[in-house]
DNA sequence: ACCCCGACCTGAGGGC
DNA sequence: TGCCCTCAGGTCGGGG
């Protein structure tokens, strides 16, 4: 499920109820994920002092000088059920009662306030315990590019990061060395508002190319998480109510349906083993003069 | 340093 | 109904 607004939209959800709080019980079920997963031992007891975000990963920092990543992978989610009698929080939470512990229920945390429930069917997520101080060195963050919606990525970063690269721009917009966050769909929709095609190698973006780029990449993911990211198949914000995007898609998903643009059929092709949409006509190979 | 590809998993959906 | 194939929001590590 997880792009950087979904990621984000599940964060936000779940700093209310885990901010300030303790971890009065943890249930770990699963003793591998992506990688194994920590003891709940290790957790129990800790007062969870900040919730981060950082690239896709949710960085929970501990009282006891650690840090649980926590990775939604492609198909994990949180649950969130309050304790009855709890002030709701500034989301509403639409599921009460709780239903029993499901399959792929891997980790369950209570806090005073709430139980928070992750849940990762096909388990490419992750949940990691290291320690804070790491964090900048960690294998699994140091090679992490800008944030999309940080003052550090700018036109000129990004233009800088595709020189040299002769991988076509679609794959190298979820390249997390280039800028992080970006996964398959907001790929194939950013490249579609900027008017450019996705096979385009990387290195023949033109500057003018790569500052419209930038601009809809931007765009795109500060609209998909206004609206709480997109829900395809099974992915929901942890209050269990759906995103909204999908709805505003022009390109992904949708081979075959005409252009919202201008009429033409939206084509599909791989590219890195995964699946890019595009409008031929709107995304023309060759780079065209004067586009808006 | 870059680039490509397989691997890691489960489940849903379509074709026969 | 059931089997078998393909596909799915991500990332890592190995090899060229």
Known sequence: MPELPEVETTRLCLAPLLVGQRLAEVEIRAPKLRQATPAASLLQGLTVQALERRAKYILAHL????????????????????????????TRLSKYPKPPLAKHDHAIFTTDLAELRYNDPRRFGLLLKINTADLATHPLLKNLGPEPLSPAFTPKVFYNALQGKTTAIKPTLMNPTVVVGVGNIYASESLFLAGINPATPSKNIILAQCTRLHAAVVKVLEHALTLGGSTLRDYQQP????????????????????CLTCGTPIQQMVQAQRSTYWCPSCQPLKPTRGRA
């Open 63 to 90: 009282d006891d000088g650690s840090t649980l990543l926590i990775h939604l992978g492609m198909s994990g989610r949180f649950s969130v059920f309050p304790h009855q009698g709890v002030a709701q929080t500034p």
């Open 239 to 258: 209050t269990g109510e759906a995103g909204h995007f999908q709805d505003e898609f022009r390109v992904y998903d949708r081979a075959g349906q005409l």
